[in-house]
């Protein structure tokens, strides 16, 4: 299997974790040297925490793992284009390559609304997007599907 599908397939997993707990389903996954080091999943409405994306949990979580704020030498698989503060805390963190699953026509950060890694920051990461987009495109579609449907 491709790696970047065995990655993504990992971060969907956190996604689906994130979905049973009621939240919407984004997660992530930090890899180092072919090992994930960290996950990630979306917990706002858990922990009643603004901050807690899936994206900003993963990098919290690698930290912690390697004892520094730099991750210079990782990569993140997400499931849904980072909005502008995990664009940031990922160009914060230094990861050099980005993986994202469905693009984000609202809030995207990697080119959809805006490409916060083309700023003229000291750092600029690199982003692929549309890895099994139809899948991860399908998570947030029913999910918030099934919201809906309770609400009425």
Request: charge should be neutral; include cysteine.
């Amino acid at each position: 299997m491709d790696k970047n599908l065995y990655y993504m397939q990992k971060a969907i997993e956190q996604a689906e974790i994130a979905a049973a707990e009621n939240e919407v389903p984004v997660g992530a996954v930090i890899v180092r040297n072919d090992e994930i080091i960290s996950v990630g999943r979306n917990r706002r409405e858990q922990e009643k925490n603004a901050l807690l994306h899936a994206e900003t949990d993963a990098i919290c979580n690698a930290c912690q793992k390697l004892g520094g704020w730099r991750l210079w030498n990782c990569e993140i698989y997400v499931t849904l284009e980072p909005c502008p503060m995990c664009a940031g805390a990922i160009i914060n963190a230094h990861i050099p390559k980005v993986y994202f699953g469905a693009y984000d026509l609202k809030n995207g950060a990697c080119g959809t609304i805006t490409n916060l890694f083309q700023m003229p920051f000291n750092f600029k990461p690199e982003s692929v997007g549309g890895i099994m987009q139809e899948e991860c495109s399908k998570l947030l579609t029913d999910f918030f599907k099934n919201l809906r449907n309770k609400k009425s």
